[in-house]
């Protein structure tokens, strides 16, 4: 166990539907992530947040909407997604915005019909 | 920006073999490099990294190497166990601000009985 949990583990959800992926990391860190990790690509940076403040946003489709209510949690919700979003979803998390000795959870594997 | 390739995106080998990938980076600031190991079912997990101060690094059955100067980085696994297999990403940082981690494509890494 990482101390990074991640629900739900998988989610299937049609191109109309609203969901929600959670996050939450029992480290004490106060910078969060969350990355896209497709086939054959290398893991791609989507948002983050440090001390609660979103301070990085890599060019996301407005589809994906982050919310970071404390330095403990965080979420992904998802809206009117499209067949190529489905991928696994990743939430890490680190002492510090520099980004180094980052924690990863275990990933929400989702698909979108 | 950082961009690192890492080779080669498979490799199979025989137990008791030892195993090495290869990474390469553009950004001569970067300054640590960390690798990951994820396999099926789990997020990457961090196994071992290594500063730009430091040449090499070793933790029992797996080594890193580093020439900065080339800007390549290495990860070594001697003695391989089939609970080596799993995909492999190395990624680089220049730490202290407000950078990202940037990841290899990743190597799928099979050690065979």
């Known amino acids: 166990e990482t101390g990074v949990t991640q629900t739900p583990r998988h989610l299937v959800m049609g191109m109309t539907n609203k969901k929600s992926l959670k996050c939450e990391q029992h480290l004490g860190h106060n910078a969060m992530y969350w990355y896209k990790q497709s086939a054959k690509k290398p893991l791609e940076l989507m948002f983050v947040y440090s001390l609660e403040e979103r301070v990085e946003n890599n060019s996301v489709p407005s589809r994906f909407s982050p919310e970071c209510p404390n330095s403990s949690h965080l979420f992904l919700h998802l809206h009117t997604l499209q067949p190529e979003d489905s991928a696994l979803y990743l939430c890490?998390?680190?002492?510090?915005?520099?980004?180094?000795?980052?924690?990863f959870g275990p990933g929400t594997r989702l698909t979108v019909l | 920006g950082e961009n690192v390739e890492q080779h080669p995106s498979t490799l199979s080998v025989q137990e008791g073999d030892s195993a090495v990938i290869k990474c390469t980076y553009s950004d001569s600031a970067s300054n640590y490099f960390p690798w990951y190991k994820q396999e099926l079912g789990k997020g990457p997990q961090l196994i071992i990294d290594?500063?730009?101060?430091?040449g090499e690094k070793k933790d029992q059955r797996i080594a890193v190497t580093l020439n900065k100067t080339a800007k390549h980085f290495s990860l070594h696994i001697t003695e391989t166990q089939p609970e080596d297999s799993a995909v492999y990403f190395c990624?680089?940082?220049?730490?202290?601000?407000?950078?990202?981690?940037?990841f290899g494509t990743g190597t799928q890494l099979k050690v065979e009985l």
């Open positions: 290594i500063r730009s101060n430091v």
């Open positions: 890490a998390s680190s002492q510090e915005r520099t980004g180094s000795e980052q924690f």
């Open positions: 990624a680089s940082i220049l730490t202290g601000g407000g950078n990202k981690l940037t």
